[in-house]
């Protein structure tokens, strides 16, 4: 049984769900010291405030996301295409926890070095 049906595509129609989330470990190997925002702990601090520690951190979905396949079979990042207004439609068929995260990077082209908030809307019924 499906969890979420993607019902309506508003935006260039990029989409990946070959790159895992972003991560402590990912930051460090780009060059990071100290903290930086990742997709992974923002998913873990959403589901601990919803009484789940220690969550392991699924394969995302990474909407918006443009994640090119060399002809070397090398994955790499382009730059978005999305603009403000673009939007996806899904429809819940279980019960879950939806968390959306707007990917924090900043180092390579995905958000242009420049990341932007996004917006979720939630309607019942």
Request: with cysteine; proline share 7%.
């Amino acid at each position: 049984m499906p969890i979420l049906t993607f019902l309506d595509d508003a935006s260039p129609g990029k989409h990946d769900m070959l790159m895992a989330a972003c991560d402590p470990t990912r930051y460090r190997l780009l060059g990071v010291e100290g903290w930086h925002a990742s997709c992974q702990d923002n998913l873990q601090r959403v589901m601990a405030g919803f009484g789940h520690d220690g969550v392991e951190v699924p394969q995302p979905i990474n909407i918006f996301m443009d994640v090119p396949i060399g002809e070397d079979g090398i994955l790499d990042w382009a730059t978005g295409s999305t603009k403000p207004g673009d939007s996806i439609t899904f429809r819940t068929e279980l019960d879950c926890y939806v968390v959306l995260t707007a990917c924090a990077q900043d180092i390579l082209p995905i958000n242009d070095r420049n990341p932007t908030s996004l917006a979720m809307d939630v309607l019942d019924g």
